[in-house]
């Protein structure tokens, strides 16, 4: 049930969404209810979206970590049963940026 999650936030460079907390339990149960889960599942992926920003802000990428977790928000839907984003740029800006921070 949470594959999809794990996906979803590799994708992202493990990371995704906004600042707040509530916001990212707003979107886990989202994810969550439209893949199927459970409350463990929803806590789960909060735990892995506070480390990607966590990550974000340890590589001073702040700035594409929100620019992508804006676009998560705005174009985040459920599609046979998967989660799914417009956010390929965004994600591409960050993981570019981590990258670049790492020396990778």
């Known amino acids: 049930m949470f594959k999809p999650f794990i996906k979803l936030t590799a994708a992202l460079g493990l990371t995704l969404l906004t600042a ?7 979107r886990c149960d989202t994810a969550v209810q439209c893949s199927g889960g459970n409350d463990k599942d929803v806590d789960a992926c909060i735990a892995a979206l506070n480390g990607a920003q966590d990550v974000a ?8 970590y929100f620019k992508h977790s804006d676009c998560v ?23 570019k940026c981590e990258n670049a921070a790492s020396g990778q």
């Open 57 to 64: 802000a340890a590589y001073d990428c702040q700035d594409a």
């Open 73 to 95: 928000d705005r174009s985040g839907t459920c599609n046979d049963k998967r989660f799914e984003t417009s956010c390929k740029d965004e994600a591409d800006a960050l993981n």
């Open 20 to 26: 707040c907390g509530s916001s990212y339990g707003d």
